[in-house]
């Protein structure tokens, strides 16, 4: 209610300024400049007496002055004598234009919060916004709720070849006789997330994970969020988030653990830790990753929900790596021509970067590489530039850190 009290009281702070505007007698306002115009020139008919008193200027150019002066002092007074006969708009059309101002000001402004904002929706301060996602966090539903929602799998799809179908249900017939067996199980998960089984396959990359034990990696924890996320329609449930957990302490960068945490962050209302992560991911990851295109397709969104205002971007095209041919190459070459190429290859990498800029991650690539060469004056002048340049993207300052830490350069 406070609210619109205060838009309604600026509407009609408007109106009133503009009416007052319209209704205001014309001859006052063409009296008060004309008036002000004598004024003026007065002053400089007598600040002319004075300069000529100084002998700042001589009696003849002050007599050329004086003629200008008094030439416009008479057209001044002409004006303030004539501007008593100025007349206001006739009363009717004043009153109509204030009406229309009234509509405009008003009704537009209803109409256009109407259409683009959200009446009757409290306000939502940061700590509140907070809050509501810790709350949502908490009392989402889990992956069962989920799953009962949504419809079974109802059997493969008529494209995929019969035999291919009886091949995986032989593999059915063979874990179930053996259900330890991790290679069996790693099959399973695979053929049956091919077949779209999504519910069958999060279940045997879940009995993988408890036969492979403390063996058991970070992308085999990705693996089993993704498929949980899969059968459950792109919701991110406690169970899959607890995977995704598991997975970033065995490796805080994997790219699809960190894909869908940052889905997870989205969907119960915090964009701006959803997008600190896809931002880095999207920023550092080849073209060819799997989710650069649900990325890419999403963080402009995001960052505009998160308060942010960003461009998509990708990174230059970095140095490419030696082919096999080069390598063959390098094998036969002497240290000094080795050493040459690859001072050759990091000095490239060091002009596009003072050129162009690029990623953390090319950065901390430069800084490594000058630490394994030895040359650890220039990897402090890159690692001081890279503190600098990425001190306000704690991810992107890690990754640079870490490299500094690396090449010996940072404590």
């Not at 002000?36 to 007598?46: E, G, H, N, P, T």
């Not at 969020?225 to 997975?247: D, F, H, Q, T």
């Not at 461009?311 to 000094?336: C, H, K, V």
């Amino acid at each position: 209610m406070g609210f619109w009290i205060l838009v309604a009281l600026a509407a009609l702070f408007i109106v009133l300024i503009l009416g007052y505007a319209l209704f205001a007698p014309a001859h006052r306002t063409a009296q008060a400049s004309a008036d002000f115009d004598v004024a003026i020139y007065r002053d400089q008919l007598k600040e002319l007496d004075r300069d000529v008193a100084r002998g700042v200027i001589t009696e003849a150019e002050a007599a050329r002055a004086r003629v200008e002066i008094s030439r416009r002092l008479l057209e001044a007074d002409k004006a303030a004598q004539t501007s008593t006969g100025a007349h206001r708009a006739p009363r009717a059309a004043s009153i109509a234009a204030v009406a229309l101002i009234a509509a405009i000001v008003a009704g537009g402004g209803y109409l256009l919060y109407g259409r683009l904002g959200a009446p009757g929706y409290p306000d939502l301060p940061l700590d509140l916004r907070k809050e509501l996602a810790a709350e949502t966090r908490e009392n989402r539903p889990d992956q069962a709720t989920v799953e009962a929602r949504t419809p079974a799998w109802d059997g493969p799809d008529a494209s995929v070849p019969q035999d291919y179908v009886d091949l995986v249900e032989q593999l059915r017939t063979a874990v179930a006789r053996r259900p330890n067996d991790p290679q069996g199980l790693a099959l399973l998960a695979q053929h049956e997330a091919a077949l779209g089984n999504y519910r069958a396959a999060y279940r045997a990359q879940g009995r993988l994970i408890a036969a492979k034990g403390d063996a058991a990696t970070a992308q085999d924890h990705a693996d089993h969020a993704e498929l949980m996320i899969s059968a459950a329609n792109g919701y991110v449930s406690p169970e899959a988030e607890a995977a995704l957990e598991r997975a970033l302490r065995l490796d805080p960068q994997n790219g699809v653990a960190r894909y869908y945490s940052g889905l997870l962050f989205a969907q119960i209302g915090r964009p701006d830790l959803a997008f600190r992560l896809w931002r880095t991911l999207y920023e550092n990851s080849p073209d060819s990753a799997p989710w650069m295109e649900a990325i890419g397709n999403q963080i402009g969104e995001l960052a505009r929900a998160a308060g942010v205002d960003y461009t998509p971007q990708r990174p230059a095209p970095g140095i490419p790596g030696p082919s096999a041919e080069d390598m063959e190459n390098a094998a036969d070459m002497s240290a000094e021509d080795r050493q040459a190429m690859i001072e050759g290859m990091v000095q490239r990498l060091s002009d596009r970067l003072a050129e162009s800029g690029g990623p953390a991650s090319d950065w901390a690539r430069l800084i490594r590489a000058l630490g394994v060469m030895g040359d650890t004056d220039r990897a402090q002048a890159i690692w001081d530039e890279a503190r600098a340049l990425f001190a306000e993207n704690p991810e992107d300052y890690a990754l640079v850190e870490s490299a500094a830490r690396d090449a010996g350069v940072a404590q």
